[in-house]
């Protein structure tokens, strides 16, 4: 089993930036891929960045592309997400994940929430104009 332990978001002005970071512990060496999903009140969890471990793809989720960016440190076994030119309506609960053992990012696109294995706590995300 894997352990996610996220970082604390925050409250941004529209066009801000911030970035998360998720720390990975107990059976990393398991997982080839790692990803960030979201959850708006009232909407359904939906993937917004995955990338595999190797750095040999990433996916976007297409309201993100250009803004976010997802990163990691191998020697941390940490994966982060940077957000720029933030925009109310990416206001929600951010989650890391990792899907199944030996699963690349295209799980997460094939089976959404229930690919996962392992979440991190959640951290919100506010964004005001």
């Known amino acids: 089993q894997v352990q996610l332990v996220e970082s604390v978001g925050g409250s941004v002005q529209v066009g801000g930036s911030l970035r998360l970071s998720c720390a990975a512990s107990g059976r990393t060496f398991s997982s080839a891929s790692m990803g960030w999903f979201r959850q708006a009140p009232g909407k359904e969890r939906e993937v917004v960045a995955a990338?595999?471990?190797?750095?040999?793809?990433?996916y976007y989720a297409d309201s993100v592309k250009g803004r976010l960016t997802i990163s990691r440190d191998i020697t941390k076994n940490t994966m982060y997400l940077q957000m720029n030119s933030l925009k109310p309506e990416d206001t929600a609960v951010y989650y890391c994940?990792?899907?199944?053992?030996?699963?690349?990012?295209?799980?997460?696109?094939?089976?959404?929430?229930?690919?996962?294995?392992?979440w991190g706590q959640g951290t919100q995300v506010t964004v005001s104009s």
């Open positions: 994940a990792v899907p199944a053992p030996g699963s690349g990012p295209q799980s997460f696109i094939a089976g959404g929430p229930r690919s996962v294995s392992s």
């Open positions: 990338m595999s471990w190797s750095g040999g793809s990433t």
